[in-house]
């Protein structure tokens, strides 16, 4: 079986305050802890993750996005989904998570 990787790059978006997490990979138990360790690196008033680049995310993938969600609302900062396909999508509407999460089209969106 292929190893799943994924990539990120971090990037400040046009406000200080914001930081863009660009992922290009599949975000699930294989990649999860690369996943986890990069939102938890910083903690700015918003970040942005642009998922266009993930063509599938498991539960385990959602859940991480559920917990770093849930740590920024008790700090007064904010999470936003960009990019996110209808593979993924589907997976958070499934789950109800599309009422919690701001998912935007574009990064530009979310700025």
């Known amino acids: 079986m292929q190893q ?3 990539t990120i790059t971090a990037s400040q978006g046009k ?6 997490l660009t992922f290009d990979g599949p975000i ?5 802890f690369a996943f986890q360790a ?7 008033p918003l970040t942005i993750l642009d998922l266009g ?3 599938y995310m498991d539960s385990s993938g959602m859940g991480a996005i559920i917990n770093y969600y849930v740590s920024a609302q008790k700090g007064g900062r904010k999470l936003i989904l960009a990019g996110v ?6 997976l958070l509407e499934l789950t109800n998570t599309t ?13």
């Open 15 to 20: 406000s200080p305050d914001t930081r863009i």
């Open 38 to 44: 990069e939102l938890r690196r910083e903690n700015p």
């Open 28 to 32: 699930t138990l294989a990649t999860l």
């Open 85 to 90: 396909n209808e593979r993924v999508y589907a």
């Open 53 to 55: 680049g993930v063509p």
């Open 99 to 111: 009422k919690l999460l701001k998912v935007v089209p574009t990064v530009a969106d979310a700025e």
């Open 4 to 6: 799943e990787t994924l």
